[in-house]
């Protein structure tokens, strides 16, 4: 099984900045990682897909990249409705998913 | 796009089965894979297993392997995870979700239904 690491656990910005949520595989995945975000009580919503390339109808704020055992996503403006927990996945085998990270706005 | 619609919550004793169904609308439901997605209360994701109805592939996470089946109804367009020898540890969000697997390769979930929640409790 590919165990995916994420860090750090717990983020708390303000609005306008720009964080970058890591996950790490422990083998390579390719390019067969997906972001998600999931609000508080409701079921996740796919970000980005393939490492880097972003589901219909998500903001241009949000960017994924990477390849292999490393990736990030990038939010480069926070917005208050960005907080939330972020799950990366790997779909290069059998699926699995990191921890999360919560990412809180100040 | 697809959308997907899961049953309601439903509450188990120890020991007994869980049946829940996930009922697509607005695509050719034999051209996605449905997966199956766990989450246990304040927990993260997990992976359960999947469904291809166009070749009937089944695949499933090895420690749901005996307890865990997943079977599809293609006239109604409607997935089903039924979970058996039901514990504490089994309460949580049970998601359905689609995506473009192929027998050969796994995919993202790209849409996701509501969540039905499972209580296993005596």
């Known amino acids: 099984e590919i165990v995916l690491t994420q860090s750090p656990g717990t983020l708390s910005l303000s609005p306008g900045e720009r964080i970058t949520l890591s996950c790490r595989a422990s083998q390579s995945v390719s390019s067969y990682l997906a972001w998600y975000q999931q609000n508080l009580g409701q079921a996740p919503r796919l970000l980005i897909y393939g490492a880097s390339s972003r589901a219909t109808g998500i903001p241009d704020r949000f960017s994924g990249s990477g390849s292999g055992t490393d990736f990030t996503l990038t939010i480069s403006r926070l917005e208050p409705e960005d907080s939330a927990v972020y799950y990366c996945q790997q779909y290069g085998s059998s699926p699995t998913f990191g921890q999360g990270t919560k990412v809180e706005i100040k | 796009q697809v959308q997907l619609v899961q049953s309601g919550a439903e509450v188990k004793k120890p020991g007994s089965s869980v049946k829940v169904s996930c009922k697509a609308s607005g695509g050719t439901f034999r051209n996605y894979a449905i997966t199956w997605v766990r989450q246990a209360p304040g927990q993260g994701l997990e992976w359960m297993g999947r469904i291809i109805p166009l070749s009937g592939t089944i695949n499933d996470a090895q420690k749901f392997q005996g307890r865990l089946r997943i079977t599809a109804d293609e006239s109604t367009s409607t997935a089903f995870m039924e979970l058996s020898s039901l514990r504490s540890e089994d309460t949580g969000v049970y998601y359905c979700?689609?995506?473009?697997?192929?027998?050969?390769?796994?995919?993202?979930?790209?849409?996701w239904g509501k969540g039905t929640t499972v209580t296993v409790s005596s």
């Open positions: 979700t689609s995506g473009k697997d192929t027998y050969y390769q796994y995919s993202y979930m790209d849409v």
